[in-house]
């Protein structure tokens, strides 16, 4: 394996998976629902199968697909031409990963949002460019927010781009206007190229709304936008996933694209279609029963001893260890499954800089409520 690439030998969500498995144990780890997507959208895939959609599609994407993404970017004003605009990938991580391949040279920097999704870091690697970590802060009321002064000071002349994810995982932070519009002040001064991962965006909880970067002014022509409908419409195996920008980037992005995958998910193209044009009404209650369950996971893990975190979105919480007599999530973590039959996943792991981080862990509650209740009365063992 070159150098590059030894640190990202295996991820943390296939160790904790590989763990929960080995000893039964419930799963909070890795972040996928234990239920289906909306009837109508299976059916609709079932359908595409069974009438001969089964060779490889256009190089970008069904047309009927992108036609439903430009129109359902529009409900935040954006307004994105589908022939030229718009990119369907193989899931965000391919748009991730495309983007960065046909965007950043070897040697430029990409800073990153910490802790960050550890795709980033391995697609940052892979374009040959190095990254540049600005953590999240707590602020007076315990939410985890964008350090303004810290994001300012990591810029250099070398940064070529930042990657925003908003709703992030793992905080379960939403960024507010104005963290965003911190942001997109800095893009526009030294001139950079802003990669956002808004998967999340419709899993945003508390009448918080999810604004895209790329809607403040000055951004939409620098924005690649990158999205996708596993978290949207619980069918995060079928990797269907989207990059949204102007003609020119998105071009680029293809070029990378069309040499990765070519191209992917023929019969899911059609159905996630469907399910953006005729099922949101079908999301938003997902979204409301996410919000019940993260309440059932949050007063379940206070119960046990833990101090939870704020989550204002995503499928995740995080919840401090140190309260039950632990220093390191990580240990706990890796101890859980065989002690005690739950698996989570370590903060720390996202972050260059564990030290700081090693007291959160992160769970999952995109989960059946008697799956979130068998778990808290095995951590009440702790
Ligand atoms: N970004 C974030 C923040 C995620 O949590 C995930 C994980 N599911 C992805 C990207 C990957 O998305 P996909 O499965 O569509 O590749
Ligand atoms: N995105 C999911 C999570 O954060 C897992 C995706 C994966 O297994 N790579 O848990």
């Given at each position: 394996?070159?150098p590059?690439?030894?640190p ?6 296939a160790?904790m998976t ?9 799963n ?15 059916e ?7 009438s ?6 256009p ?8 036609i ?8 935040y ?7 030229s605009?718009?990119?369907?990938t ?9 983007s ?14 910490e802790?960050?999704?550890d795709s980033?870091?391995a ?16 602020d ?7 350090d ?6 990591a810029?250099?002349?070398?940064t070529r ?10 905080t379960g932070t939403v960024f ?5 519009q911190?942001i ?17 965006e ?5 009448g918080?709304t999810h604004?895209?970067l790329?809607?403040?002014?000055g ?9 996708g ?5 619980n069918c995060?195996?079928?990797?269907i996933?989207?990059?949204?920008g ?16 070519f ?10 279609a ?6 949101l009404?079908?999301?938003?209650g997902?979204r409301d029963s ?11 893990l ?8 704020s ?5 995740f919480?995080?919840a401090?260890?140190?309260?039950l ?9 890796r ?12 903060v720390?792991?996202?972050?260059d ?7 959160l862990i ?5 989960k059946?409520d008697a ?9 009440h063992?702790?």
């Amino acid at each position: 394996l070159v150098p590059r690439l030894q640190p990202f030998t295996s991820t943390i969500f296939a160790e904790m998976t590989a763990l929960a498995v080995q000893h039964d144990a419930v799963n909070l780890g890795q972040g996928f629902p234990d239920t289906d997507g909306p009837l109508s959208m299976l059916e609709a895939a079932r359908s595409a199968i069974s009438s001969g959609v089964n060779q490889y599609p256009p190089g970008p994407g069904m047309p009927v697909l992108r036609i439903a993404v430009a129109a359902h970017r529009s409900r935040y004003g954006l307004s994105y031409d589908p022939d030229s605009e718009i990119l369907v990938t193989v899931g965000a991580t391919e748009a991730i990963a495309a983007s960065l391949l046909a965007l950043v040279e070897a040697g430029d920097e990409v800073i990153l949002i910490e802790p960050y999704y550890d795709s980033y870091a391995a697609s940052v690697a892979m374009a040959g460019a190095s990254r540049v970590t600005v953590g999240l802060r707590e602020d007076s009321s315990g939410r985890l927010a964008l350090d303004v002064d810290a994001l300012r000071a990591a810029v250099t002349p070398r940064t070529r781009a930042i990657l925003v994810n908003s709703p992030h995982n793992p905080t379960g932070t939403v960024f507010r206007l104005e963290e965003l519009q911190a942001i997109a002040a800095l893009c526009i001064e030294h001139d950079l190229l802003a990669i956002t991962d808004e998967v999340y965006e419709h899993l945003v909880f508390d009448g918080l709304t999810h604004i895209p970067l790329a809607s403040l002014p000055g951004m939409a022509s620098r924005t690649l936008s990158i999205s996708g409908a596993g978290k949207t419409f619980n069918c995060t195996g079928w990797k269907i996933g989207w990059v949204c920008g102007p003609a020119a980037l998105v071009s680029a992005v293809r070029a990378a694209k069309q040499f990765m995958t070519f191209v992917g998910g023929a019969p899911f193209q059609p159905a996630v279609a469907h399910a953006l044009t005729a099922e949101l009404d079908w999301v938003a209650g997902l979204r409301d029963s996410l919000a019940s369950k993260r309440a059932r996971l949050a007063e379940g893990l206070r119960a046990a001893g833990f101090e939870v975190r704020s989550s204002e979105g995503t499928y995740f919480i995080c919840a401090d260890v140190r309260p039950l007599g632990y220093e390191d999530g990580w240990q706990l973590c890796r101890d859980l499954p065989a002690r005690i039959g739950v698996a989570a996943v370590p903060v720390q792991v996202f972050t260059d800089r564990p030290d700081e981080w090693k007291h959160l862990i992160r769970f999952a509650f995109c989960k059946q409520d008697a799956v979130i209740d068998e778990a808290v009365e095995r951590l009440h063992k702790l």
